[in-house]
Nanobody, 123 residues
Framework: VQLQASGGGLVQAGDSLRLSCVAS????????VGWFRQAPGKEREFVAA????????YNTDSVKGRFTIYRDGAKNTVYLQMTSLKPEDTAVYYC?????????????????WGQGTQVTVSS
């Protein structure tokens, strides 16, 4: 199983980015895929997850409707659309997958992880 995260970059506050997580060895329609992030000196933080049957979970405290997770089964890819980016969104963003249908906010519940993509938001 491989998860390839991409789409990060350096943007200004208020800009948008779309992160991609391309999966191989699993089918995103039959796995839960989540996004986590880790800022320097901080613990890894849950961002969003999408389950088999479309159940969504968001870290509402931090993303508050600015981020949207969705998937394209034909491309076997899960996306994280991020809008109204803030400097506090700066982090390395990771995608992860688990075979259980229900999304989870707990990183230890995920079996496979991508390598991460850096998102830097300047003020």
């Amino acid at each position: 199983v491989q998860l390839q995260a991409s789409g990060g970059g350096l943007v200004q506050a208020g800009d948008s980015l779309r992160l991609s997580c391309v999966a191989s060895g699993i089918t995103v329609n039959r796995n839960t895929v989540g996004w986590f992030r880790q800022a320097p000196g901080k613990e890894r933080e849950f961002v969003a997850a999408l389950g088999w049957v479309g159940e969504l979970q968001y870290n509402t405290d931090s993303v508050k409707g600015r981020f949207t997770i969705y998937r394209d089964g034909a491309k076997n890819t899960v996306y994280l659309q991020m809008t109204s980016l803030k400097p506090e969104d700066t982090a390395v963003y990771y995608c992860a997958s688990r075979r259980i249908w229900r999304p989870s906010r707990i990183s230890d519940d995920y079996e496979y992880w991508g390598q991460g993509t850096q998102v830097t938001v300047s003020s």
